[in-house]
């Protein structure tokens, strides 16, 4: 830590991280773990996340589309929200 041209300390990332800002922010997962949008990494997604990739590293969780609690892509709602009722294209709408 450190912010001028000497003194600068380089701190390694958390065990489950292989790129990260600092020891708490992560911005690259190992281990097939997910990138949350807190920027931790978790064997999975929050909700109104969904899981993205599917190699060792790289993994993240991407957000579901409006009004929908629960989906498997930004495309496709299992799950909706705010009253909205779930189409048979899986999408979220009023009625």
Do not use: M
């Not at 800002?21 to 997604?45: M, Q």
Request: hydrophobic content about 20%.
């Amino acid at each position: 830590n450190g912010t001028g041209p000497t003194g600068r300390l380089c701190v390694p990332c958390q065990d489950s991280a292989s790129k990260c800002i600092d020891e708490v922010l992560n911005t690259e997962c190992r281990s097939s773990l997910y990138l949350t949008p807190s920027a931790t990494c978790e064997d999975s997604c929050p909700h109104q996340y969904y899981p993205a990739g599917t190699g060792e590293v790289g993994r993240s969780c991407g957000t579901c589309p409006e009004n929908c609690s629960l989906c498997i892509s930004a495309a496709v709602c299992v799950e909706c929200q705010n009253f909205k009722y779930l189409t048979p294209d899986s999408w979220c709408e009023d009625d």
